[in-house]
């Protein structure tokens, strides 16, 4: 069945510096790959989102990326910030919103 | 985006007894989903909400354990029956809005089963 991969589960980086939380999908139907935020008792925020048409999106501190050949894409948040701490999620659609979650991966920026 | 609400935003509850959790959104949506998220791990999809019609269930998950109501475009409730400590998990809706794809999360329902 349809499956998508996250990694690493957990990662920690000094405040300033990147960080990069890698996903692979199964099924080729998918076509739009969104990422959320989840802060410790908080319901899950989408941060961005991005569609199979575009092999690249920024906003701000944030982008991602899609290898649809592959089957890779990618959260890369610069800058990092304390507050950036977080579980992220990444995930995959296709057509009937059915959308599957990666495992998660549970960010630690150290001030 | 629209506003999504949950009750009860938790509760702890004895064996064998069932809890039903709503979910309000302040404008009509197209899709709702009814999820469950153990502690420290991902998403789960337990159903689609169909408005009108039975909901759809994700393998693993059967009507009699969770039975799913959508009577109309802005609400749905999702029935956790005869439970048991191995269903104490949050409990999150979500929505899709008009021919969007991105899925917005209710505040979540944190349940306890002693």
């Known amino acids: 069945g349809e499956n998508v991969e996250q990694h690493p589960s957990t990662l920690s980086v000094q405040e300033g510096d990147s960080a990069v939380i890698k996903c692979t999908y199964s099924?080729?139907?998918?076509?739009?790959f969104p990422w959320y935020k989840q802060e410790l008792g908080k319901r899950p925020q989408l941060i961005i989102d991005?569609?199979?048409?575009?092999g690249e999106k920024k906003d701000q501190r944030i982008a991602v990326t899609l290898n649809k050949t592959a089957k890779h894409f990618s959260l890369h948040i610069t800058e990092t910030q304390p507050e950036d701490s977080a579980v992220y999620f990444c995930a995959a659609s296709g057509g009937g919103f059915k959308t599957i979650f990666g495992a998660g991966t549970r960010l630690f920026v150290k001030a | 985006s629209a506003v999504i609400s949950q009750k009860p935003s938790r509760d702890i509850c004895q064996r064998g007894t069932s809890l039903t959790i709503q979910c309000q959104v302040d404008s009509q949506v197209t899709m709702m989903f009814w999820y469950r998220q153990q502690p420290g791990q991902s998403l789960t999809l337990i159903a689609t909400?169909?408005?009108?019609?039975?909901?759809?269930?994700e393998s693993g998950f059967v009507i009699d354990k969770f039975p799913i109501s959508r009577p109309n475009l802005t609400f749905s409730t999702l029935t956790v029956s005869n439970m048991s400590p191995e269903d104490s998990s949050i409990y999150l809706c979500?929505?899709?809005?008009?021919?969007?794809?991105?899925?917005?999360f209710g505040p979540g329902t944190r349940l306890l089963v002693l």
């Open positions: 099924d080729s139907a998918s076509n739009y």
């Open positions: 909400a169909n408005q009108g019609s039975e909901a759809t269930y």
């Open positions: 979500s929505v899709v809005q008009g021919g969007g794809e991105t899925q917005y």
């Open positions: 991005i569609r199979s048409n575009v």
